[in-house]
């Protein structure tokens, strides 16, 4: 884009500063500071962005990260300065009920917006999965004289950001594999909500960078040839770049200029007033564009269409006919071709081991299945055999960074050609669960393998034995979660994960799960939960999942000779279950049995169906997994006993013992 004057620079950062006042003004909420600090740097980027006001999914555009996401006076400014589908009235909205300008950004609400950044330092994980899924996109399709892919992933991040734990997992990340498109620009204002930075923090941000692999540039964030310069220079550079811009929070707000007042609260109208007069604007004129501004930032449009132009030329002119062929099989992923394995011969299989075949079969059919484990693999069983590390290759070594793991797949599931699944222990689904909300918030096709699944951990203990992750997660609105019962269904739940636009986790075992018959008689396991068992004149219904549906099953044979015929319904996935029709829930749960749910973990989920669950109400033990599943009731006769205690029938002596159990 043309370079523009330092008077119509400073007029433009004027504009962008008095619109984002304005903006919280009039909604009487929001965070003006930032914006107005940032303004400067916002006017020479969008000098160097590459991207299409008319077209915000074209694949090589650059991608800018708003990490810092309370920061949305400037983005929503910017979005209908470039020309995006943002009005004047949208911002004149900011922040009222069913408006396109929320308090944070949001993805799939406001064009413009890459992705839904929420929490503080989630952007810059994200920021890293968008350089990710582009050098894993480049190494498929780019050749050495035709780069389909050549883009940059800019990040805005603050104080903030950099302070949260997350941050440092991902740029160690970025640093190592030198993902040399990304740039941070670090808002070095000094200021959070308490006051000065100082109070809480004084650490070397410059070498914690450059310990992390980084190139760092630092500057004065309001001057523009410095602003230029560094931008210019971290487009060439062969590693990841931070610029420090040292900025001044509330830039051109009289009298508040670098108070940690101008972070979360309205200016005020006599300091919007005095300021627009210091600045030349009119002073009592609200939303407020010069012409010439307008037009000076609207140049976005027109450079924007010849810039998409230009790479469809280049891609329909590839050298080498096979890159288009390999970003067509990226950009839509044939899920119908994989052969998925079949579990009916084998006798029995931990989940976590069939996931694995699973994974390996999605990995072979499509190009872009990619992944890895928080340092985990050979425990997760996540390993893509034969298929080499990233970014040349499928298998993503994350480290042990699950918070940042998590945020950087929401992102490669976003950028257009990566369908990336993430893994760890189960219980430690706690360090990212912040990840996976956003994931359903915006419904990303994210996917979550969770292995090590319950007190079946066994010797490890009570500090690696989930019991309230699984309620946690079926709590969480546009979240699926799954804990299939055998190989069989962990099949099913991949088959239906995989043709659903939202993110799924995989719940999975440590210990083998005998298979069960491949036919399922009564049901479909897709939809949820189905019946395993159905007898005449059932009086009771079980229902369980994972390693729980075998021993209910078991329970029912002894419990029908004590005169209380069970219906048994496995339910790999609670939230798909409550999203059937009544009818069909209904033959899956006759209203005419009692209920008793069955579930190693907290399970209270399952009072909206049953009469009694036989769950967790403790932590659990160090012990063998057979132990603590004895101690804690989860064995034939501990399910019988509390069926027979449902059904008000006394506990016969049915012997049990003759199908092993002590």
């Given at each position: 884009m043309q370079k523009n004057s330092h008077t119509l620079r400073r007029k433009m950062a004027d504009t962008l500063r008095f619109?984002?006042?304005?903006?919280?003004?009039?909604?009487?909420?929001?965070?003006?500071?930032?914006?107005?600090?940032?303004?400067?740097?916002?006017?020479?980027?969008?000098?160097?962005?590459?991207?299409?006001?008319?077209?915000?999914?074209?694949?090589?555009?650059?991608?800018?990260?708003?990490?810092?996401?309370?920061?949305?006076?400037?983005?929503?400014?910017?979005?209908?300065?470039?020309?995006?589908?943002?009005?004047?009235?949208?911002?004149?909205?900011?922040?009222?009920?069913?408006?396109?300008t929320p308090g944070h950004p949001e993805y799939g609400h406001t064009p413009g917006i890459e992705i839904t950044t929420g929490p503080l330092g989630q952007g810059v994980a994200n920021a890293v999965g968008f350089a990710m899924a582009a050098a894993y996109t480049a190494r498929q399709v780019n050749a050495e004289t035709c780069r389909l892919i050549d883009h940059k992933i800019y990040c805005l991040v603050g104080d903030g950001d950099l302070e949260e734990g997350i941050s440092y997992e991902a740029c160690a990340l970025a640093g190592h594999l030198k993902l040399n498109d990304l740039i941070l620009i670090y808002d070095s204002n000094r200021i959070t909500i308490e006051g000065d930075t100082s109070v809480a923090w004084s650490e070397d941000v410059a070498a914690r960078f450059v310990a992390q692999g980084w190139h760092v540039r630092s500057i004065d964030g309001h001057d523009y040839d410095a602003i230029d310069a560094a931008l210019t220079a971290a487009q060439t550079s062969d590693r990841p770049t931070i610029i420090i811009a040292h900025t001044t929070i509330g830039r051109g707000a009289v009298g508040l200029e670098g108070s940690a007042a101008t972070h979360g609260a309205p200016l005020g109208e006599a300091v919007i007033r005095a300021s627009k007069k210091a600045a030349g604007f009119p002073e009592d004129e609200t939303f407020y564009i010069p012409e010439d501004v307008l037009v000076a930032f609207r140049c976005a449009v027109e450079q924007g269409d010849l810039n998409e132009r230009e790479w469809n030329h280049l891609q329909r002119e590839a050298p080498l006919a096979e890159q288009n062929v390999a970003l067509e099989r990226l950009q839509h992923p044939d899920f119908s071709a994989i052969a998925y394995p079949d579990f009916s011969a084998v006798k029995d299989i931990a989940t976590r081991d069939s996931n694995g075949q699973i994974l390996n079969a999605i990995a072979k059919a499509i190009p872009g299945f990619v992944g890895g484990s928080a340092d985990l693999a050979p425990s997760?069983?996540?390993?893509?055999?034969?298929?080499?590390?990233?970014?040349?290759?499928?298998?993503?070594?994350?480290?042990?960074?699950?918070?940042?793991?998590?945020?950087?797949?929401?992102?490669?599931?976003?950028?257009?050609?990566?369908?990336?699944?993430?893994?760890?222990?189960?219980?430690?689904?706690?360090?990212?669960?912040?990840?996976?909300?956003?994931?359903?918030?915006?419904?990303?096709?994210?996917?979550?393998?969770?292995?090590?699944?319950?007190?079946?951990?066994?010797?490890?203990?009570?500090?690696?034995?989930?019991?309230?992750?699984?309620s946690q997660f079926r709590a969480m609105p546009g979240f699926y979660l799954w804990r299939p019962a055998d190989a069989t269904e962990n099949v099913a739940a991949w088959q239906t994960a995989l043709s659903m636009q939202a993110p799924h986790g995989f719940v999975l075992s440590?210990?083998?799960?005998?298979?069960?018959?491949?036919?399922?008689?009564?049901?479909?396991?897709?939809?949820?939960?189905?019946?395993?068992?159905?007898?005449?004149?059932?009086?009771?219904?079980?229902?369980?999942?994972?390693?729980?549906?075998?021993?209910?099953?078991?329970?029912?044979?002894?419990?029908?000779?004590?005169?209380?015929?069970?219906?048994?319904?496995?339910?790999?996935?609670?939230?798909?279950?409550?999203?059937?029709?009544?009818?069909?829930?209904?033959?899956?749960?006759?209203?005419?049995?009692?209920?008793?749910?069955?579930?190693?973990?907290?399970?209270?989920?399952?009072?909206?169906?049953?009469?009694?669950?036989?769950?967790?109400?403790?932590?659990?033990?160090?012990?063998?997994?057979?132990?603590?599943?004895?101690?804690?009731?989860?064995?034939?006769?501990?399910?019988?006993?509390?069926?027979?205690?449902?059904?008000?029938v006394k506990n016969q002596s049915v012997t049990i013992e003759k199908l092993g159990e002590a």
């Open positions: 619109l984002a006042a304005d903006m919280v003004q009039k909604a009487n909420s929001g965070h003006p500071g930032a914006p107005m600090g940032l303004a400067d740097i916002a006017v020479i980027l969008s000098e160097h962005l590459h991207h299409n006001p008319a077209n915000p999914q074209w694949l090589n555009r650059d991608r800018l990260v708003f990490s810092g996401g309370h920061g949305t006076g400037l983005i929503y400014a910017l979005l209908h300065l470039w020309g995006y589908d943002v009005h004047l009235e949208d911002l004149k909205q900011f922040r009222q009920l069913d408006s396109r997760n069983k996540t390993t893509l055999k034969h298929f080499g590390d990233f970014p040349r290759g499928k298998n993503i070594h994350f480290g042990i960074r699950e918070h940042a793991m998590a945020a950087i797949t929401n992102a490669m599931a976003l950028y257009g050609t990566v369908v990336p699944f993430n893994a760890t222990f189960f219980v430690f689904s706690d360090y990212l669960k912040p990840a996976v909300r956003i994931a359903a918030l915006t419904q990303i096709q994210n996917f979550f393998v969770w292995t090590h699944d319950s007190i079946g951990v066994g010797e490890d203990g009570p500090t690696h034995e989930p019991i309230e992750q699984i440590r210990q083998k799960l005998k298979t069960l018959k491949p036919q399922r008689d009564f049901g479909d396991p897709s939809r949820g939960a189905y019946l395993v068992k159905k007898r005449r004149g059932a009086t009771l219904t079980i229902m369980a999942s994972g390693s729980e549906l075998m021993p209910s099953l078991q329970a029912g044979c002894f419990l029908e000779q004590m005169g209380i015929p069970a219906n048994i319904v496995s339910v790999p996935c609670l939230d798909l279950f409550h999203e059937q029709d009544a009818d069909y829930r209904t033959t899956v749960i006759d209203p005419a049995t009692k209920v008793l749910a069955v579930e190693a973990a907290t399970a209270t989920e399952y009072y909206r169906y049953a009469d009694d669950v036989l769950g967790m109400e403790c932590f659990g033990a160090s012990a063998p997994a057979g132990a603590l599943f004895k101690k804690y009731g989860f064995t034939i006769k501990g399910i019988k006993a509390r069926a027979a205690a449902l059904m008000g």
